[in-house]
């Protein structure tokens, strides 16, 4: 990715009013157009500032290095269902796997987790947060996702992609990880305020594809021979999204099945500075 230019912010207005105490109590309606772009966060959640993000089975937690030989476990079991997803094999490819993990973060690429099953405490797969895109400053061309054009950690993303997500064979069909997507949804749409949040799978891989479209998402299309697939094969991948307005319906979907509805007035967001 080429290095940020530095600029500074726009005199743009957030268009995100402040959502359940975590955004800037000063936001107003913007006047002009429906999404303008915004300027660097002041007083909201930066980005890729660590998070933990709690639910009823699961915690994700930010991946460390004292989650390699936990990750190398979680994946040691029936490896059947990781044709399409890259998953660490042994200790040292989860070495590998963390340490590309943190430089995408510390770069404002990505934002990985571990994902941490609460009844026992262990760790049973990984997932993150990335092609984190901002729309601020000048309009690249050719248009292609950036980091941001400041500081890291003053900035927000206005557009970014779940992907990276496997989990060991024991918690595959366990509900975590919708849970997990209801966890990173809520995060993406109600405390970065971003206006889309992407998801994309090899076409083959029907079962991915299937929990994809059970989120809610929309199939925006499938890009024919994008690029090649882990097993060395040119893969058509198909991409799927979530906007900001369809949020509300998807969200009350995923509490739903996740028997996760709050009382009125409860807090959207479950998660605290790590």
Known sequence: M???RAAPPGPHTDPHP????????????STGARHPPRPFAQGRKAVPENVILRGRTLRLEPLAEH???ALARAAAGDRGSYAFTPVPCGV??????VAD???ARAAGRALPFATVRVADGRVVGSTRFCELDYWQGPVP???APRGPLGPVRTAIP???EIGGTWLS????GTGINTEAKLLMLRHAFETWGVRRVSLRADARNLRSRTAIERLGATLDGVHRAHSRGLDGMVRSTAFYSILDEEWPRVREQLEQRVGAARPEGASARSLVPA
């Open 2 to 4: 080429p290095a940020p």
């Open 18 to 29: 402040a959502r359940n105490g975590g955004d800037d109590p000063s936001a107003v309606p």
């Open 67 to 69: 989650h390699v030989e």
């Open 92 to 97: 040292e490819a989860a070495e590998r796997y």
């Open 101 to 103: 993990a943190l430089a």
């Open 141 to 143: 061309w050719p248009p």
């Open 158 to 160: 206005d557009a970014a």
């Open 169 to 172: 064979a024991c918690a595959q």
